[in-house]
């Protein structure tokens, strides 16, 4: 059992930056992968970034420059530094585990809201 609990949403004006903080809990395996997702109203949910254990990272092209994902391992947490945020960043944002097998496990999600 993994659970995953996020922070660090809410309101910021363009421009602006948040930081996402997931902790998680339970059967972690430093292996795997940990991810940011995002969801829009409307639309699909998506990919945003991705560290793998090696300390490898996938950015989404929108947000490359702007956003960087990191992990402490010692202590299962992944954060997401975002600055220069824009509107269409706005989105309810879900830390994800992703396990070598198995299906992904996910956070409740936190609301973004970018707007002046």
């Known amino acids: 059992q993994v659970q995953l609990v996020e922070s660090g949403g809410g309101l910021v004006q363009p421009g602006g930056s948040l930081r996402l903080s997931c902790a998680a809990s339970g059967s972690i395996f430093s292996i795997s992968a940990m991810a940011w997702y995002r969801q829009a109203p409307g639309k699909e949910r998506e990919l945003v970034a991705r560290i793998n254990s090696g300390g490898f990272t996938y950015y989404v092209d929108t947000v490359k420059g702007r956003f960087t994902i990191s992990r402490d391992s010692a202590k299962n947490t992944v954060s997401l530094q975002m600055s220069s945020l824009k509107p269409e960043d706005t989105a309810v944002y879900y830390c994800?585990?992703?396990?070598?097998?198995?299906?992904?496990?996910w956070g409740q999600g936190t609301q973004v809201t970018v707007s002046s």
């Open positions: 994800a585990y992703e396990p070598i097998r198995g299906p992904l496990y």
